[in-house]
């Protein structure tokens, strides 16, 4: 699936998930969904969705940012609490950003593409912000999933070359737009629901 696809259903994935009921949970959903629905892609340094996979990345980065803006600006919490565990908020980011390496270094569909990934990356995150795992956990298996319904394998238990596709749908097709479009109206309603139930 394309980039805004992955982005929009990890985004509902994660807000459905979460189920926000105050302002810092919404956010906390936001930028699990969003930056765990299109991570899986930093793999994609010399290929044709290179691109694509750059905007999805750039739309996560710049969400996340306007969140933590929003918290900080606010004091809601999350910049609050990332801050009172400074070592174990330094060394969950240190592993994120090795780990970010190691993919965007690595073939396309391969270790980003995996449980093995998964469970890394949700330790990093879980280790710089607690509250951030649950969504940020479904949203990259989101993108596995979805990646699961094309036609090239997602290699689910990597370093093992066992790979699962179900070849029901190409990646920029019409299931791509389908999807998408779910995702984000999803999104946006869920969103709505969350910001009336912390204001009530």
């Not at 699961?148 to 749908?169: H, Q, S």
């Amino acid at each position: 699936m394309m980039s805004k696809t992955h982005y929009a259903v990890g985004l509902a994935t994660s807000l459905a998930v979460i189920q926000p009921k105050t302002i810092n949970e919404c956010l906390t959903a936001v930028i699990a969904g969003t930056i765990g629905g299109v991570l899986a892609d930093n793999d994609i340094l010399d290929n044709d969705y290179q691109a694509d996979a750059l905007i999805g990345q750039l739309l996560a980065a710049g969400t996340t940012a306007l969140a933590v803006i929003f918290d900080y600006l606010f004091k809601l919490g999350i910049c609050q609490t990332i801050v009172s565990r400074p070592i174990l908020s330094i060394i969950g980011g240190v592993g994120f950003v090795v780990l970010w390496f190691v993919g965007f270094f690595s073939d396309h569909r391969t270790f980003t593409h995996s449980l093995t990934a998964l469970a890394l990356y949700s330790l990093a995150v879980w280790l710089i912000y607690p509250p951030i795992l649950l969504g940020f956990a479904v949203a990259y298996f989101s993108h596995l999933f979805l990646d699961i319904l094309n036609k090239k394998k997602v290699p689910i238990l990597y370093p093992l070359e066992f790979g699962v596709c179900l070849k029901m749908c190409y990646a920029n097709k019409t299931a791509n737009k389908v999807f998408m479009y779910i995702g984000f109206s999803a999104s946006g309603i869920l969103l709505i629901i969350s910001v009336i139930v912390s204001l009530v």
